[in-house]
Structure formats: structure tokens, C-alpha cells
């Protein structure tokens, strides 16, 4: 009998305290901004959504990086109106996607998100953010396909793989002069995307195709293929944690063509691990090179002890936008529109959104690594 | 939620053969008005429990009725597979090829290359589960219990790169656009707000039964629910009938049940039917509450989750893998604010669960009369040894 | 098919060089299983661990590229040292932490597998949180380069720059192709020369043969598990150098796939069976690149695994049958 009693006693008493304080409803009023009201709402929150913990962190954390710097420089300007930065880590995984995304639009300080970092959570949680009509600014899902759903409240805060694909080929075309082109992807939806691009751009001149899978190391295979096709170009489309090992080992069976990369790739972990290997890369990016935002550069150093990563420019300057809004009295409803308009320069970009959401007036930049250096070689026109 | 058995208390000395009486039987012993009272009053527990909101109980990190739909998905494969692990001893390790199986087959008839209706792509979906189990099933079971986990677990990964590589199956962009199930607005339930420190009833928050929205997980919590029922309630049945105790017979030892006249590799293969089965059908739930799949759902990581929720809950017991699926599922949502460590506390627990609760958190009855003999003989052994 | 032949040297060297560490790996698999019929999931961890060790102390002796011949000798046989002193160090706490506690209650044997994904997971996670280990010890800033950006990729110099010693079909035959398979091959004669002739190595095989009567014969189980794991370890930080000078890059889930590679190879040869570990090393290695040839890259773990079901219908107890020593059938 004891276990009836240890179970209903709980809920009687529930019950009965749920009798004593009543109900409320109706008359709750927003917390957080005012709307049109010039004083800055304080205690409001932006959401930082991507990987910060698992096997997808890094990237997440990269960006995590530069929105906490934006929130640095926003909270020292503001001692007394501090905005919080409020984490929702997926991991990386659309299926824990759309609950993160429930609790942020329940939270009714949070007005605005940087975010999703990936694509595939993006397509599981923009849906559920564009019906609560809460903003989001994604650094880094460069999936075209996500800006054509209609969802209102969808920005991107960088180039699409439509952009920065043409911008490789020619590239290679024109510049490297490549006559035999070997294209590799990682089968991610970033990478196949692009190198399906880049090989329907340069059409015949694609000696071989090779399609990698993430996490591989040993790529004996793929090396042996680029090696026996005569390649003297060799574009992968995928992430810095495959394109180490990859140019390393070609460079060990003696490949010596270009390697040209986009910008997944672009961070200084791949120099680290490649060594000598990455030393001529080509690396296109939709990003305005470093030179033109110092101030940026040195920021991130002395706070991080490192160089500025990959998107921890598009984080900052994602979370730049959503605080700039807040200091403008905007709301969860209000930053709508305060982004659709916005138009200044960032530290990678004239930040500024066409009607699809995507950065107007993308320029694709070429970079190459030089002494252990990323280095802008100019745009790619 | 969970209730633990006073059975399981280490007994020691010698009267272990007179046992307290169980939860089982305490519960059976009450009059059927109240027992039949009890099983509503915790049902209906069940189905209001993403809106209490109990403090504590309720996930910081993350919406509590998505968490509550992620658990259910898990008690649900965890059901599925211990008939395979728990019931016929087979042990797989690549289990999330059928919840991947499940969930594509919604995807692709519903949204990528036809748009079949909700209640016909499900059955679809659970017979096509249940087809591959069968043609995995076929010719690997016929191998020894141990190599059967790794072809399983390499039957897993084989399930996830052809999803990844083949672009009919929509590749690594996975499919968009899986259409909600058919909704039946009934009512609408109030959630409790907490806020103030005492439970309030929040109008202003309310979950409507049955109505399959974008931000509202809780419908697709309680249609997992009453999926979870069905099952459990066809568990018990199979579990008790003759297929039940020629899975018994052939766990414990093939040679002898076949012997006696019991076909084990077909029991067998209807256990791994069976399974796949029970699989599909929560894959295929997932899809639906998720709307979007890719691969990245399915990653080998997630057999492993799912027989650590077996295993964990004691395999063989149906109230224990529950349990043990509630753990593997609940724990790093509620306990997020670990943040990076979360990984590393829950293998720590795996680890301490492993050694402090050797038999499963609700070992089957089985096994404790096992575990007292095993006990009982080799205390008379180091009797033996010492005298 | 033409172009396999075409390049058939050139899949079958490097084919050899990455199948020569699956059996490294594999062989600790065998050896635990052949003693505790338990697959020892967290194996793949203590592989990672070895490699880091390997990675972290070229880096501590200032090891780079175009050493001198001495230098080349001493950096790799430190990398030897360290890899697999760490790897035998943690096989041997995994023994004690995770399974002994678990022999001692008598736990059932799946019971083991899930202390063992526990560990897996542990061990992993210490290695992807190592920059936060290190704060909590005071160490970061000396330890700086060691363990930033512990989530991602840690690349090594490389100090064997690949000379192409000769040629057959077209593939120049490297130093470092060279030193992997010749060297894989000689430690595992070294090993199984141990397992057949030492004191200990008849140990093994006893408690691998029959528990009950070795222990009745006077051998002390615990100490050979011990010693297995033990040497398991040590094998798998034997490949973890090979695997750091032939990729030369690692991060802290690296270990995963691998494990579930080196565990396919173990089974195809005869899980228990030592020739047969480097026998499915080799296999699976070839494997995968004659299916990348073939079908793709992307579908060359799919021709491994396809490959695994096909030889167990055929020889159910992989390629040359399970046995250590020469017990089981």
C-alpha cells in the first residue's frame, strides 16, 4: 500500500495547490522591449544556435567566439543595459534542432539569434523561428536552397555556394589556367554542393571525380586517383578537418599541382595540421580579407590568443547587427525590419540583405597561404 | 517515475528464498477498481506531464515537450529492441538501420517522390522495416552470437552511406517537407507556469490535443504516447504466448530448444522482424515530428545509445529497458548545463551503472533467480576452496 | 575494372600500409577477446591516446622535417616509446577501472560492453576537453600548444620526408610504405613468437583455452588479463606511430572509426586468432581501396563491411578460423 501512497500524495497536493493559486492569462504583458521607445530595453538576450559541444563544435565555437566579442564591445558601451548571450547547442543535429528552437522562441527576452550555424538544422528549425517571426542571422549555412522557402525571418549574413562555386571556377579557369581539373567533395551538403558547381562550370576540363566522406583520414585511394588522372588542378569542396590530411598525403605521394579550396577551409587549424602540405592553397572566400577589419583581428587575438577562425567574422558581425538593434529600442517584432533595412559595414562585409534574406553585393575574394599565412591575392571578378 | 523493486535489495543470509513481495504483486494484490484508478491516474500523469512544467523534473536547456517526444522515441526503439536483445539474445549493434529505414520510407513516399497520406506512409513504413530486417536477418543470423554485432553494426553504417550517397534518397540534403499527420482538434490543454514559485494555470500557454503544429511538440509527445501503449500492450501478449517462450527457450540455449522440436532460427528471424518492425515505426514517427531528415540523424553512435537503454534498464524486462531508454534519453537534455562535460559525465555513468547495477537498473525476475543461484553456488564453492 | 589495373600497384601498396595498422589495432581486440570473450569496445580509444602520445612528444623534442638520419632515428623511436607506453598505460587502467570491478560481481557479458562504451566515451571526451584539463591543473599556459583547439585536428611535422625508394607498376614504393608494412610485420612475429614461447604467453593461451583449469594449473587470471591488455595496448600504440607518420594528423575521435575497422579486420581473420588479425588487416585494407578503385570512395566502407558478411556466410569463423594458440574450433 505504501507505494499508492508515496505516488498519490504528490499529486494531491498539486491538485490542491493548483486550486489555491488560480490562474493566470491574458493580461501578462511582454517583457523586454517597448516597442518604438528610444531607451534600450535591458536584461534582453540574443541566441547563439549551432554546435558548441560534440564532434561539430569547432565551428560552432568559432563562431561563438566572434558573437562574444560583439557582445564584449555592445555591454562595455552599455554598463548599465547588458544584453546576455544565450546558448542553444545542438550539437550540430537537425533532431535535436527543433526543441532548441521551441525553448528560444518561448523565451521571451531572446530577440533575436545567430544562427543556425549548419545548414541541415537550419531546414529543421528556421520553420519554427519564421512561424514565431523570431529573427535569425546564420554566419555560416551556405545551402542555397534555404533562402528560397519564403521564411520571412531568414538572413544570411554570407555568400550562398551559389556565389562563391562560379567564383572558384573561374578562378581555376582563368587564373590557375588549369587544363585538367580533378574535383573531390566531402558529401556534406556544403561541399557536394559546391564541387557539383565548380564541375559543371569548367565542364570537360574535369579529368576525375572523387567524393570523400567526413571524419575519413586515410585517403590512399583518392590520392592514387588524382595522381594517375595527370590532374595539374585539384579543387575539394568540403572542411578544413579533411582538407589537412588530403593535401597532406598528396603532397607525400608527390602530387604537385594547386590545390584550390573554398572557404570551409579557411582557418588557421588547417595550416597547423597541414604544415608545409598547405603552403600554396588557393582558399576563395565570400569574406572581405582581414587587412580591411584589423581592429577586428587584433581584438579577437588579445581576447583569444589566436587568430580569428572561420565565420567568427560572420559571428560578429550577426551579432553586431541583432545588438545594434537592441540599442535602437528594437523588439522581438521591430528587429525585423530593423534588419531588412540595415545597411553599414562589417568586418567582413557591407552588411546589407536582399528581399530573399540573402547579403546583397557579395564579393568572392581569392586567399592564398604564404609562409604559414592566409593572405587576400584579390578579388575574384 | 521510475519505481524501484524492493526484490532487488541485496538479501543477504539465509532466508533469501522467503522474498518480499514485489511492486508487481503489491499492485496486483489491490482490489481491481483502485488498480484499474492507479493505471489512469498515471496515464493521465503521462499525457500531462510536458505541461506541469515540475520544477526540476522539467529541462532548462531545451523545450520540455520536445525532450518528452525524444524520449518517447527512445522507449520506443529501446521496446523494439530488446525483443531482439532482451528476448532472443541477439545482440545488434545496428539498430538505427531500421529507425533510419522507418523514417526515410515517410520521407521519400510523403515528400520526395510521392505524397501518400500520413496514415498510409506509416504502415508503408513499418513493413518495409520489417522486410530488411528480414533480408538482414536471413543470412546473418545463421552466424554466431558475437559476429552478429558486427555485422549488424556494419548493416548500420552501410544504411547511413547509402543514404548520404545517393542522391534519389536525397543525399546528404536530406528531405524537407514531411507533411504532418492529420490532426483532430479536440481541446486544449492549459500548461502550469512556475514562475512565481507556486503552480499557476497559464492560459496564455496551451497545447491543443492532437493539432500537429511547427512549434508544439507536445501532440506529437502524446501521439507517441499512445503509440507506446500499442506496443507495449502487443509486448505483453507476444512475450506470453508460445513465440515468447521459444525466445526464452532458445537465449538460454539454442542446441537443447532445438532439440525439443522449437525452429529457433525462425523464432530468431521473427524476433528481428519484429524488432526492425518496432523501429521503423519510431523512425518513422520521428520524420513526422521533425518534418526534415538527413543522415546526420543516423549516426552509428545512435545504435550504441540504443542498446545502452536496453542493457542499462536490465534487457528483458520491459518496465526496466523503459527506464533504461528514460536515462539515456533524459539525462543529457536535463542535465545541459554540464554543457561540454555532458558526454563525459554520461559515459561516467554508463561506467558506475555498469558496475553498481551489473544486472540493469529493473533486472528481469529471471535473471535474479540466476543471479541468487549463481551467488549461492559460489558461496559453497569458496566454502569449499577455503575449507 | 581497367583502371584498378592500371594503378593495381599503387591501391595494393597503400592499401597494405593502412591495412598493416587495422591489424595492429585489431590484434588487441583479439587478444582481449581471446581471453575474456568480451569485445573491449574502448580499444579504439587507447589507439587515439597513442596517437596523441606519439604527436606530443615529436612536438616536445622539437621534431620537424629534414632532421638528419639520427635525428629521423631517435624522434620516431621516441614516438615508439611514448605511443606505446600511453596506450599500455591506459589499456591497463581500462582493465582496472572498467572491467575488473565488473568480473569481480560477476556481471552477464553485455553488461561489459556497456562499462566499456562508458569508458569509450570517458576516455574520448578527456581527450577533446584537454585544453579544460589543463586549466583545472594550472597548466594551459605551459601546455598551450598542446592542447588548444582540443576539438579539432592536431597535425604532426613530418619528419620521414617520403623518398621513393623504387618503383613497380608506376607507384614509387616510399620509405615510410616501406617502414609501416615491414615494421607492422615484425612486431607482430615479435608477438606471436611472446604468445607461443614466453611464460606468459603460455598463460594466455591457457585462460584463452579453458579459465577454469588454468586457474587450477596455478595461473593467476587476473595477472594475464593484465598482461593482455597489457599487450593489446601496446600494439595498438605500435600503429598509432605508424598511423602518425603515414596520415601524421589526429584529434580525439579518431579513434572510432578505426576501432570499427580494426574490429571488422580482427573478425574476418578469426577474432582470438593472431595470424589471423594481420591477415584481415591486410584483407580489409586492400578491400577498400580495390572498392574505392572500383565503385568510389565513398562507398569503400560499404565494400568492407559487404565483404565482412560475405566471408562470414561462407566461414562463419572468419578467414583462419577463431583460436589463440590452438584451442577453440
Not at chain 2, 149 to 169: D, H, M, P, S, Y
Not at chain 3, 147 to 172: D, E, K, L, W
Not at chain 3, 191 to 207: E, H, N, P, T, Y
Not at chain 3, 287 to 313: C, H, M, P, R
Amino acid at each position: 500500500m505504501r507505494s499508492t501512497l508515496k505516488f498519490a500524495v504528490p499529486l494531491a497536493v498539486a491538485a490542491l495547490a493548483l486550486g489555491a493559486c488560480g490562474t493566470k492569462g491574458g493580461e501578462t504583458p511582454a517583457p523586454g522591449g517597448t516597442g518604438g521607445a528610444a531607451q534600450a530595453a535591458c536584461d534582453l538576450k540574443i541566441g547563439m544556435f549551432g554546435a558548441l559541444t560534440g564532434p561539430n563544435a569547432n565551428l560552432g565555437i568559432y563562431i561563438q567566439n566572434g558573437v562574444n566579442l560583439a557582445l564584449d564591445d555592445y555591454n562595455k558601451k552599455h554598463p548599465n543595459c547588458k544584453v546576455t548571450l544565450e546558448n542553444y547547442d545542438s550539437q550540430g543535429l537537425p533532431d535535436q534542432a527543433p526543441a532548441l528552437a521551441k525553448k528560444a522562441i518561448d523565451d521571451k527576452k531572446v530577440v533575436g539569434i545567430v544562427g543556425p550555424a549548419f545548414s541541415g538544422e537550419s531546414k529543421a528549425a528556421d520553420p519554427a523561428f519564421n512561424e514565431a517571426g523570431l529573427v535569425t542571422i546564420t554566419p555560416s549555412a551556405t545551402a542555397t536552397k534555404l533562402s528560397t522557402n519564403g521564411w520571412k525571418t531568414f538572413f544570411r549574413a554570407l555568400g550562398n555556394d551559389d556565389t562563391q562555386g562560379p567564383a572558384a571556377a573561374k578562378y581555376i579557369k582563368e587564373t590557375v589556367k588549369s587544363t585538367k581539373t580533378f574535383v573531390i567533395d566531402d558529401a556534406s551538403e556544403y561541399g557536394k554542393g559546391l564541387a557539383d558547381i565548380v564541375r559543371k562550370d569548367l565542364g570537360a576540363q574535369v579529368v576525375g571525380n572523387d567524393t570523400i566522406q567526413q571524419k575519413q583520414t586515410d585517403f590512399s585511394a583518392s590520392v592514387t586517383k588524382v595522381v594517375s588522372s595527370g590532374a595539374d588542378t585539384l579543387f575539394f569542396g568540403g572542411y578544413s578537418p579533411e582538407a589537412a590530411p588530403l593535401i597532406k598525403q598528396l603532397r607525400d605521394a608527390g602530387w604537385k599541382g594547386t590545390f584550390v579550396v573554398a572557404d570551409g577551409v579557411k582557418d588557421q587549424s588547417y595550416i597547423d595540421n597541414a604544415k608545409d602540405a598547405a603552403e600554396g592553397t588557393i582558399i576563395t572566400c565570400p569574406c572581405v580579407p582581414p587587412d580591411v577589419a584589423p581592429d577586428f583581428q587584433a581584438a579577437y587575438k588579445a581576447k583569444y590568443n589566436e587568430d580569428p577562425n572561420t565565420y567568427s567574422g560572420e559571428g560578429y558581425d550577426s551579432a553586431t547587427i541583432l545588438l545594434e538593434g537592441i540599442a535602437a529600442g528594437k523588439d522581438r517584432e521591430s528587429m525585423l525590419d530593423f534588419v531588412k533595412s540595415y545597411d553599414k559595414k562589417g568586418v567582413t562585409k557591407q552588411l546589407k540583405f536582399d528581399d530573399k534574406g540573402e547579403s546583397a553585393d557579395i564579393k568572392v575574394f581569392a586567399y592564398k597561404v604564404e609562409g604559414g599565412k592566409i593572405v587576400g591575392i584579390g578579388e575574384i571578378k | 517515475m521510475s519505481t524501484s523493486t524492493p526484490a532487488t535489495t541485496t538479501t543477504t543470509g539465509e532466508n533469501q528464498d522467503a522474498r518480499r513481495p514485489g511492486f508487481k504483486e503489491r499492485v496486483n494484490g489491490l482490489p481491481r477498481p483502485v488498480k484499474i484508478a492507479l493505471w489512469v491516474a498515471f496515464a493521465l500523469f503521462l499525457f500531462l506531464l510536458p505541461l506541469l512544467n515540475i520544477p526540476f523534473v522539467t529541462t532548462e536547456g531545451s523545450d520540455f515537450g520536445g525532450v518528452l517526444f525524444t524520449v518517447a522515441t527512445y522507449v520506443l526503439v529501446a521496446l523494439g529492441l530488446n525483443i531482439v536483445v532482451g528476448y532472443a539474445g541477439l545482440l545488434d549493434l545496428g539498430y538505427v538501420g531500421f529507425y533510419a529505414v522507418g523514417a526515410y520510407t515517410v520521407g521519400v513516399l510523403s515528400a520526395e517522390h510521392a505524397s501518400l497520406p500520413w496514415l498510409l506512409s506509416v504502415p508503408i513504413a513499418i513493413g518495409i522495416a520489417m522486410l530488411s530486417g528480414i533480408i538482414l536477418g536471413a543470412p546473418t543470423l545463421r552466424v554466431r552470437g558475437d559476429y552478429l554485432a558486427i555485422v549488424t553494426l556494419g548493416f548500420g553504417e552501410i544504411v547511413r552511406l547509402t543514404l548520404v550517397n545517393t542522391q534519389w534518397l536525397g543525399g546528404a540534403q536530406g528531405i524537407s517537407d514531411i507533411p504532418k499527420p492529420p490532426g483532430l482538434e479536440l481541446f486544449e490543454v492549459p500548461a502550469i507556469d512556475w514562475s512565481s514559485g507556486a503552480p499557476v494555470v497559464d492560459l496564455d500557454t496551451t497545447s491543443t490535443f492532437l493539432k500537429f503544429g511547427i512549434t508544439d511538440f507536445v501532440p506529437y509527445y502524446w501521439l507517441a504516447l499512445i503509440v507506446i501503449g500499442l506496443v507495449v500492450l502487443f509486448d505483453v501478449l507476444v512475450k506470453n504466448s508460445r513465440v515468447g517462450r521459444a525466445w526464452e527457450a532458445t537465449r538460454e540455449d539454442e542446441d537443447v530448444a532445438e532439440l525439443m522440436g522449437v525452429p529457433t532460427f525462425r523464432f530468431k528471424l521473427l524476433a528481428f522482424a519484429l524488432g526492425a518492425a518496432i523501429g521503423g515505426l519510431s523512425g518513422a514517427l520521428f520524420a513526422t515530428k521533425s518534418g526534415f531528415i538527413n543522415p546526420q540523424s543516423f549516426e552509428l553512435i545512435l545504435s550504441i545509445l540504443f542498446i545502452a537503454a536496453v542493457v542499462v534498464g536490465g534487457a528483458g524486462n520491459r518496465w526496466g529497458i523503459i527506464v533504461g531508454a528514460i536515462v539515456v534519453s533524459y539525462f543529457p537534455e536535463r542535465f545541459r548545463e554540464f554543457a561540454d562535460f555532458r558526454v563525459l559525465v554520461f559515459g561516467l555513468a554508463l561506467m558506475l551503472l555498469a558496475i553498481f547495477r551489473p544486472q540493469g537498473i529493473l533486472p528481469p525476475r529471471r535473471t535474479l533467480r540466476a543471479k541468487k543461484a549463481d551467488e549461492r553456488q559460489a558461496i559453497l564453492e569458496e566454502g569449499e576452496a577455503s575449507a | 575494372m581497367q583502371y584498378l589495373l592500371d594503378n593495381f600497384f599503387s591501391f595494393t601498396i597503400t592499401g597494405l600500409t593502412i591495412g598493416a595498422v587495422y591489424a595492429l589495432v585489431a590484434l588487441g581486440y583479439t587478444l582481449v577477446y581471446g581471453v575474456l570473450r568480451l569485445i573491449n569496445f574502448a580499444h579504439s580509444e587507447v589507439f587515439m591516446f597513442g596517437t596523441f602520445a606519439a604527436l606530443w612528444v615529436v612536438m616536445l623534442l622539437g621534431g620537424k622535417g629534414g632532421g638528419s638520419v639520427g635525428q629521423v632515428i631517435f624522434w620516431v623511436a621516441m614516438m615508439f616509446v611514448a605511443a606505446m607506453a600511453m596506450s599500455g598505460l591506459i589499456a591497463v587502467l581500462l582493465e582496472r577501472v572498467a572491467y575488473r570491478p565488473l568480473r569481480k560481481r560477476n556481471a552477464p557479458p553485455l553488461i561489459a560492453l556497456i562499462s566499456a562504451i562508458g569508458a569509450s566515451f570517458v576516455l574520448a571526451e578527456l581527450m577533446g576537453l584537454r585544453s579544460r584539463v589543463a586549466s583545472w591543473v594550472g597548466l594551459d599556459d605551459n601546455l598551450r600548444d598542446y592542447v588548444r583547439n582540443s576539438r579539432n585536428n592536431a597535425g604532426m611535422p613530418t619528419i620521414i620526408q617520403p623518398q621513393p625508394i623504387f618503383t613497380i607498376g608506376g607507384y614509387h614504393v616510399t620509405n615510410v610504405d616501406i617502414l609501416v608494412i615491414v615494421g607492422a610485420i615484425a612486431i607482430m612475429v615479435v608477438l606471436d613468437q611472446f604468445v607461443k614461447r614466453s611464460r606468459l604467453g603460455r598463460g594466455i593461451r591457457a585462460v584463452a583455452m579453458d579459465p577454469e583449469s588454468a586457474a587450477l594449473m596455478g595461473v593467476n587470471r587476473d595477472r594475464v588479463i593484465q598482461v593482455t591488455f597489457l599487450v593489446g595496448g601496446v600494439m595498438a600504440g605500435a600503429a598509432a606511430v605508424f598511423y602518425m607518420l603515414k596520415i601524421g594528423i589526429t584529434r580525439y575521435d579518431a579513434g572510432f572509426i578505426l576501432g570499427v575497422k580494426a574490429f571488422t579486420a580482427a573478425v574476418l581473420g578469426g577474432i582470438g586468432n593472431l595470424r589471423g588479425a594481420l591477415l584481415g588487416g591486410f584483407v580489409l585494407g586492400l578491400a577498400e581501396n580495390y572498392g574505392s578503385a572500383l565503385v568510389g570512395t565513398q562507398w569503400k566502407d560499404v565494400v568492407a563491411f559487404v565483404l565482412l558478411v560475405l566471408i562470414l556466410l561462407f566461414r562463419p569463423t572468419g578467414l583462419l578460423g577463431e583460436s589463440l594458440g590452438k584451442a577453440r574450433a
